[in-house]
């Protein structure tokens, strides 16, 4: 009988050593938060404060989970978001654009720096020139609900 530890589900039977090759890499990773970052920064452009905070939360949980994945990142990771992230929560809270224009491009700049600190010189995030598409940036009238929920 094996030692090997194995995972039941319904759909399959895994050992740990294959659960974890399931699992996204850091490029796939960074590459999400790469994605929040250029929604964040037009959705507060765009004054749609509630849409940044939702993709500054999604660049946090990211980046989390991959000081889990990928520990030796940690360190880096966990001085992003001392050294960087504050200014830019501060600006979010304070809904203050020119705050968020400087926090978002001093982050940028250190996570750049932490990218040719890792190893990775020729990783470069720069912010795409264009807005995305597919969500609206603006402000978005909530509707409230009536009695029936609707």
Wanted: glycine letters at 4%.
């Amino acid at each position: 009988m094996s030692d090997e530890i194995r995972v039941r589900t319904d759909d399959n039977e895994l050992s740990l050593e294959e659960m974890s090759a399931a699992l996204p890499d850091t490029p796939a990773v960074m590459e999400k938060v790469g994605h929040s970052w250029w929604h964040l920064i037009y959705a507060a452009r765009g004054g749609n404060w509630g849409l940044a905070e939702y993709y500054l939360k999604r660049v946090a949980k990211l980046e989390n989970t991959l000081k889990v994945l990928r520990p030796k990142h940690r360190e880096r990771l966990e001085r992003f978001q001392a050294e960087a992230l504050p200014a830019v929560w501060e600006a979010m809270e304070a809904q203050d654009l020119d705050k968020m224009e400087t926090a978002f491009a001093a982050a940028t700049d250190l996570a750049n720096y932490l990218h040719a600190e890792s190893g990775y010189p020729y990783i470069k995030w720069e912010l795409p020139s264009e807005a995305p598409k597919g969500l609206q940036l603006k402000p978005v009238e909530t509707a409230s609900l009536d009695d029936d929920g609707r």
